[in-house]
């Protein structure tokens, strides 16, 4: 069982930043992929980015590539989506989301989500 905790959403102007984290607890494998989704609303649920545990390989959406980065730290269990240069189009429901590997992590686990709005 994996228990993920979101948190640093929030409302921001276009261009600004935020950084949102994602505590994980639970069985180590079942999290050897995390990623990062997002939902606006009327879209379907979207893959943002994704860090594989063991080879810290990293895999972002087009949409955020060179805006955002994602990160993980051991020590404190925690993974991480630092989002600058933010666009209205980024405002949405943030999930962290874990599973053991395959296509955007193939989740099994998620978080309740943070709401990133990012205003023109």
């Known amino acids: 069982q994996v228990q993920l905790v979101e948190s640093g959403g929030g409302s921001v102007q276009a261009g600004g930043s935020l950084r949102l984290s994602c505590a994980a607890s639970g069985s180590t494998y079942s999290r050897n992929c995390m990623a990062w989704f997002r939902q606006a609303p009327g879209k379907e649920r979207e893959g943002v980015a994704l860090i594989s545990s063991g080879s810290r390989k990293t895999y972002y959406a087009d949409s955020v590539k060179g805006r955002f980065t994602i990160s993980q730290d051991n020590t404190k269990n925690t993974v991480y989506l630092q989002m600058n240069s933010l666009k209205p189009e980024d405002t949405a429901m943030y999930y962290c989301?874990?599973?053991?590997?395959?296509?955007?992590?193939?989740?099994?686990?998620w978080g309740q989500g943070t709401q990133v709005t990012v205003s023109s």
């Open positions: 989301a874990a599973g053991s590997g395959g296509n955007w992590c193939a989740p099994n686990y």
